[in-house]
């Protein structure tokens, strides 16, 4: 099925982003862990969640990427 110019697979939002963590101390739920992604796995180091960003649902950044794709796909 083709998809209309009306119709998206994945509205661009914090909320459908592949770098959302889900955080149990964030009034949304979720922050932001683009930071934490960025590096390469051998120099990832967990660090608590209130050091991320708390993100707005309703809005996206320019470094959105879906997350139908897996984090570790990029």
Request: aromatic share 6%; net charge positive.
């Amino acid at each position: 099925m083709l998809l209309s110019p009306k119709q998206s697979v994945a509205q661009e939002s914090c909320i459908n982003c592949k770098f959302a963590l889900q955080s149990e101390t964030s009034e949304t739920g979720l922050r932001c862990g683009q930071s934490y992604y960025a590096l390469p796995a051998l120099k990832r180091k967990p660090i608590p969640h209130n050091n991320y960003p708390v993100i707005d649902t309703k809005n996206h950044c320019d470094q959105w990427l879906s997350n139908s794709n897996g984090v570790l796909s990029h």
